[in-house]
């Protein structure tokens, strides 16, 4: 069994606000701009250790295959993803 691992991409708040001051983001925040998703590492400590295991993250730049074998696609989202997880998804 092979399970891929989806993240998808999604505009961090930061990079949509270019208008803030970068002295006071990089004082206040440095690099920190969203927080980790858990569910992706949750689901993956859960898989059964025979299962090979793929991790695809769209914020990276990973290549969506949408022909990739897999016998299962988990795709993991915050609310402002769910439109681009809905699209992968279709």
């Not at 069994?1 to 989806?6: L, T």
């Not at 001051?21 to 590492?41: C, E, F, K």
């Not at 059964?48 to 016998?71: H, I, K, Q, S, T």
């Not at 988990?74 to 993803?81: D, H, L, R, S, V």
Request: include cysteine; charged fraction near 20%.
């Amino acid at each position: 069994m092979k399970v891929v691992f989806v993240y998808p991409k999604f505009e961090k708040f930061l990079e949509g606000v270019p208008e803030l001051n970068r002295a006071l983001v990089d004082h206040y925040l440095g690099q920190y701009t969203t927080p980790p998703s858990l569910g992706i590492p949750t689901l993956a400590g859960l898989t059964p250790p025979e299962w090979e295991m793929e991790l695809v993250d769209d914020n990276n730049g990973d290549v969506v295959d949408f022909d990739a074998p897999a016998d299962l696609i988990a795709i993991n989202c915050f609310t402002p993803q769910a439109t681009r997880a809905m699209e992968l998804a279709d």
